[in-house]
């Protein structure tokens, strides 16, 4: 994995240590090929252990950051109203350690390319970045309006969310609790509950209501702009319920089975998140997607409607209440959360925790 920025003109692929059965393995899935850069076309953002590419559309007045869960790219195939700058997280940290650089880069960009509107789409735990980045986008220029559309986002990283069981989430706290940079980042950015709070934002999230853990992160969302989209199902995939809506049945069974596939797939672009959180039964997957009630909105116009959505002007009570809240969760963030893991593990709040066997691949008990 390199550690400079990498911008390429199709998803990122294996590294070549990877072994020959995954290279087999992942060779499976086309690669498309993106169209071909215009003669006006904006130069990319360079931010380290990031990828990203930028797909012109009809309407170039109108910009989507797509941020994708994993390392390949997601929605790669589809014509987005406007311009598309694809954006992946190579380390996997929920766009944490790169999201004050990226968010700065992107505001530039956004100038640079003259754009009108623009949307932070994610799923997962790009979902939780494409909230993170609206939000410090928002800060960096309070005078225009940035929208997000999240599908089953991740809200609370920290402190501890015992609700959250993906493997990427036990990664990153494993990670912060040895390097400070990271655990700075996770006690300052870790909590996206409030995005909706800020006066120049407006977010659209989406999540399935019979996913425990989609209803538990949904209800942590608060703010004066915020739009909440419940759709009956089980999956974490609530993307899914959309882009497949309408499709024949061997057509929805032929991408289910694909999906199931690719989740037990091993290589460096293996998402064992979408392997721990895929439905138990795909039968059941196949009966929710295909009885999905028809007034269901397609993807296109969930675009739609979160461009077009106008965040509603805050009070002077609200920016204050807004202000007070959000002091509240740095200063209690940074005496929470890490102290309580090890209190929970059987160390003393201040001390250093001593190395246990196997500690490095454990999961992280729950408090």
């Keep these: 994995m390199q550690d400079d920025c990498v911008v390429r003109d199709r998803p990122p692929v294996p590294a070549a240590r990877a072994s020959t059965e995954a290279r087999r393995s992942l060779s ?93 789409l994610g799923t997962s735990k790009g979902g939780f970045g494409a909230l993170l980045l609206t939000r410090l986008c928002a800060r960096l220029r309070p005078d225009r309006t940035f929208r997000a559309l999240a599908f089953s986002p991740q809200v609370r990283l920290h402190p501890l969310n015992a609700d959250l069981y993906f493997p990427s989430y036990r990664r990153l706290r494993r990670v912060a609790r040895t ?36 209803l538990a992160e949904a209800n942590r969302l608060g703010g004066r702009n915020l739009r909440k989209v419940p759709i009956a199902g089980t999956s974490h995939g609530s993307i899914l319920y959309f882009t497949l809506q309408g499709r024949p049945e061997s057509y929805v069974r032929g991408r289910i089975a694909r999906i199931y596939a690719r989740a037990k797939r091993r290589g460096q672009d293996h998402d064992q998140d979408l392997f721990a959180s895929r439905p138990k039964d795909p039968e059941q997957f196949l009966r929710e997607i295909m009885l999905a009630p028809s007034y269901l909105p397609t993807l296109e116009g969930l675009l739609q409607e979160a461009l077009a959505a106008a965040p509603r002007p805050l009070s002077a009570g609200e920016r204050m209440a807004a202000s007070v809240r959000r002091l509240a969760q740095i200063a209690g963030g940074a005496c929470r959360g890490f102290s309580r893991e090890r209190q929970v593990r059987g160390h003393p709040a201040g001390g250093r925790p001593a190395r246990a066997k196997n500690s490095s691949t454990g999961p992280i008990p729950k408090s």
Aim: with cysteine; net charge neutral; glycine share 6%.
């Design 28 to 120: 499976d899935a086309p690669r498309p090929t993106p169209a071909s850069p215009g003669p006006g076309d904006l130069e990319l953002p360079a931010v380290p252990d990031v990828v990203l590419e930028h797909r012109p559309g009809e309407d170039r007045r109108d910009l989507i950051v797509v941020c994708s869960p994993s390392r390949r790219f997601i929605l790669y195939r589809y014509a987005f109203p406007g311009d598309a700058l694809f954006v992946s997280d190579l380390k996997g940290f929920y766009y944490l350690a790169v999201a004050r650089k990226l968010a700065r880069e992107l505001v530039r960009f956004i100038d640079r390319g003259g754009y009108e509107r623009v949307l932070f």
């Design 179 to 214: 390097r400070f940079a990271m655990r700075a980042a996770l006690r300052l950015h870790g909590d996206v509950s409030r995005v909706a709070d800020a006066s120049n934002v407006h977010a659209t999230v989406v999540y399935a209501t019979d996913n425990p853990t989609d």
